[in-house]
């Protein structure tokens, strides 16, 4: 028997093969598939080049029997794995915040006193930041009376340990600004992440 392939309605189709399905014990199959335009095909078999694509398979009755899904490409189950991944993770949220909290003032108080915590780091670290930028000025005085900031011709050359001392002043000083901005990052990171605790618990309980 001939492979055919139509591009008609179906129902135009099942009348005009009537051939494939006045035998009903034949076990003769026909598939339907879609080109790249959106055309419609049938036929007993799929050409090679669709056979990953999506198509649907009747019985020598005409009768619908199966349905074969497109093989998907690597980025598609990438992204199926990453909504599950996202799924699985909220799902995990929302049992640990249902165990862990009894009502929104208790997660309140666990961020008022966290936030506190981060509070006194960030004060302690602009303390220390206020002390070194001091240093850093009694040091930065210091290096006027030597060659070449001093306009003294008499006066001496620079000695390699203060040159080594305002170095390691600015190092320390760098240090601790970009320990303060991650400090700051981190509590807005936090107050960000309770805020959103609070609202999805609010969701789990149905309460406003």
């Not at 909220?90 to 008022?112: A, G, H, M, W």
């Not at 001392?165 to 600004?177: G, K, P, S, W």
């Amino acid at each position: 028997m001939r492979n055919v392939a139509w591009i008609v309605a179906p129902v135009l189709l099942i009348a005009a093969a009537g051939w494939a399905f006045a035998d009903n014990n034949s076990g003769r199959r026909l598939y339907k598939w879609v080109d790249e335009k959106g055309m419609s095909h049938y036929g007993d078999r799929i050409p090679p080049e669709y056979a990953n694509q999506a198509h649907e398979e009747f019985n020598s009755k005409g009768v619908p029997v199966a349905h074969q899904e497109a093989q998907k490409t690597p980025e598609q189950v990438a992204i199926e794995d990453q909504k599950k991944q996202a799924a699985e993770d909220l799902k995990n949220r929302d049992k640990n915040l249902l165990i862990t909290y009894v009502s929104v003032q208790e997660i309140e108080r666990l961020r008022d006193q966290r936030v506190a915590l981060l509070a006194d780091q960030m004060r302690v670290t602009s303390q220390f930041l206020d002390i070194l930028n001091g240093r850093l000025h009694t040091l930065e005085k210091t290096t006027m009376t030597y060659r070449p900031y001093s306009t003294d011709p008499q006066a001496a050359q620079m000695p390699d340990q203060v040159a080594e001392d305002l170095v390691h002043m600015a190092n320390d000083i760098r240090t601790q600004e970009l320990n303060l901005i991650e400090k700051q990052h981190e509590e807005a990171m936090m107050r960000a992440q309770f805020e959103s605790d609070i609202s999805r618990f609010k969701e789990l309980k149905g309460s406003h």
